[in-house]
């Protein structure tokens, strides 16, 4: 008899144990991780480095690796803000996993990182189905990008925990239809909040560093409708990575 295997949901099942696992030892340390996802050229970068300044200022530690499939631009910038910066080159790769990121942690995270931000690979489609043992799920979409948005990528706005609208300071300019977006997104995740904000002039500046602050404090974050199993995403490629099993498990002293 054949027994057929679904190579994929195998491997999407490891990432996820290995998430589980990367999850629990990040929080015996006492340090939350903030996953975020969004297309090439949303403003990630820029909103994530002002965020990083502004947790500088408050005094709240916290860190953050970037992935890209080459250059190590994004850290260069991201390192501007003053706090601990690492870069992930995925070698072609078009999104992060559970134990890429466990390995790349080790050694690195400092002890006393409270938040730590994930700048994942820029891309809506594969990085939605992979865990990172986040706490806090976050969806960026510039105002560049259309208000369909939302209904192109469900499974990516669908497993959101938060929305955030990025360069709002030209959003005349495109003749950006935010009610229509919102009500897109409500469509695919209904209740989920969305944030409007723009790196160059500050608007909806510290939201992000607020909202994560109070995941890592325990406050409930929103739970997407869309189950998380089975994931039902087909990516065309599946990648065998080490679980990241037994990772960062010392408290902060």
């Known amino acids: 008899m054949c027994r057929v295997v679904d190579l994929k949901q195998a491997v999407l099942a490891k990432n996820d144990r290995a998430a589980d696992t990367l999850r629990a030892g990040l929080a015996a340390r006492g340090t939350t991780v903030v996953n975020l996802l969004s297309s090439p050229g949303s403003g990630k970068t820029a ?14 530690p916290v860190a953050a690796l970037t992935a890209d499939l080459a ?12 706090v601990p910066v690492k870069q992930i080159l995925t070698d072609g790769l078009c999104h992060l996993e559970a134990g890429m990121l466990a390995r790349h942690l080790e050694g690195w995270l400092p002890d006393a990182a409270r938040l730590l931000f994930v700048e994942n ?5 594969c990085p939605a189905s992979y865990d990172l043992g986040e706490t806090l799920r976050v969806v960026l979409a510039s105002v560049t990008e259309g208000e369909d948005k939302p209904l192109k990528y469900p499974t990516a706005f669908g497993l959101a925990h938060l929305v955030v609208v990025t360069k709002t300071d030209i959003a005349e300019a495109v003749e950006f ?17 969305v944030v409007l904000t723009s790196a160059r002039r500050g608007l909806g ?3 992000l560093l607020d909202r994560a602050l109070a995941a890592a404090d325990g406050a409930p974050v929103h739970t997407p409708v869309m189950a998380r199993e089975p994931h ?22």
């Open 232 to 253: 039902g995403h087909d990516h065309g490629h599946t990648h065998d990575h080490a679980d990241g099993a037994g990772v960062l498990t010392q408290p902060h002293s």
């Open 71 to 82: 250059t190590e631009n994004d850290a260069a910038r991201l390192a501007r803000s003053g």
């Open 205 to 207: 500046l510290g939201t």
């Open 177 to 193: 239809d935010e009610p229509e977006f919102r009500a897109n997104v409500e469509r695919v995740n209904p209740g989920v909040e």
């Open 47 to 60: 909103l994530l480095e002002r965020e990083l300044g502004l947790a500088r200022e408050r005094s709240v």
């Open 121 to 125: 690979v820029g891309n809506l489609v």
